[in-house]
């Protein structure tokens, strides 16, 4: 079982940024794509991005394409998430997750079956 521990969450200024680490256990780190998804007060988690095992594949939510870049290093078994241009409604718990199933690029939530215990952000305004 893959243990994924995220880290570099906080408060941050609106228009400030901040860069999420998500460290994950095991050797096959390489071989799954990874995603970052959110869930507000109230509100049903969403997918944010997404990054195929090779890295050559990405994906972002309509709402953060631009501002955040997902990016991974398979010889350090980790995957990243850049925010910048933050808002307040970027505020969130943010998770990551490994890609454990097969499925159509976008990927779907449904396809990821490893799941960290999240970092707060928050973005004040």
């Known amino acids: 079982q893959v243990q994924l521990v995220e880290s570099g969450g906080g408060l941050v200024q609106a228009g400030g940024s901040l860069r999420l680490s998500c460290a994950a256990s095991?050797?096959?780190?390489?071989?799954?794509?990874m995603g970052w998804f959110r869930q507000a007060p109230g509100k049903e988690r969403e997918t944010v991005a997404a990054i195929s095992w090779s890295g050559l594949s990405t994906y972002y939510a309509d709402s953060v394409k631009g501002r955040f870049t997902i990016a991974r290093h398979n010889a350090q078994n980790t995957v990243y998430l850049q925010m910048n241009s933050l808002k307040p409604e970027d505020t969130a718990v943010y998770y990551c997750?490994?890609?454990?199933?097969?499925?159509?690029?976008?990927?779907?939530?449904?396809?990821?079956?490893?799941w960290g215990q999240g970092t707060q952000v928050t973005v004040s305004s």
């Open positions: 095991g050797r096959t780190f390489s071989s799954y794509g």
């Open positions: 997750a490994r890609r454990g199933r097969a499925g159509p690029w976008p990927p779907s939530q449904d396809t990821f079956d490893s």
